[in-house]
């Protein structure tokens, strides 16, 4: 439902928003992009006076646990504005909570740095979320420059945030 008006006021949001944290991550996000990856199936766009204050996707993929393929949501593209820090994850992931249960997914997951974990854990400790640590990610990159090729990436050094869903 996104016109090219609110791709192009996202991509400003995400490229403000990730570019602190690493130049290729707001890069990604120029020329309107909104997405990393895969596009989000669903968002959640938080707005105020200023524009947009805060976004949260949601992807469904299946994923390998073990031997067995999961169909679950994948929570990502957070990101709040600056000036509200400290005011997000929690209230984020609460709106969306009652989207994931529609979904039918047993959980949520995303990934997030390890520099996130204090920001992570206060949500975790109200015991709607856990953190796992020691899981191995291997994710493909996404053709995000037509450039380059696309290549798997084996990442051990995240967390894992699982959001019980529906078991």
Known sequence: ELQLPDHLELSEFFRKTYEPTGAFNGKQFEGGRSWAGARPELRAIGYDVHGVAAHMGVLRRYIKVGDVDLLVAELGLYGVR???????????????????????????????????????????????????????????LPDVYPDLPSTTRVDDDVLLMVLPIAR
Not at 95 to 115: D, I
Not at 125 to 134: E, M, P, Q, S
Request: charged share 15%; hydrophobic share 40%.
């Open 82 to 140: 600056p000036d509200l820090e400290g005011l997000g994850i929690a209230h984020s992931i609460s709106v969306m909570y009652p989207v994931l249960q529609q979904l039918g997914v047993p959980f949520a997951f995303g990934t997030v740095r390890q520099a996130l974990r204090n920001h992570v854990s206060r949500f975790c400790r109200k015991g709607l979320a856990n953190i796992l640590t020691g899981v191995r990610v291997r994710s493909t």
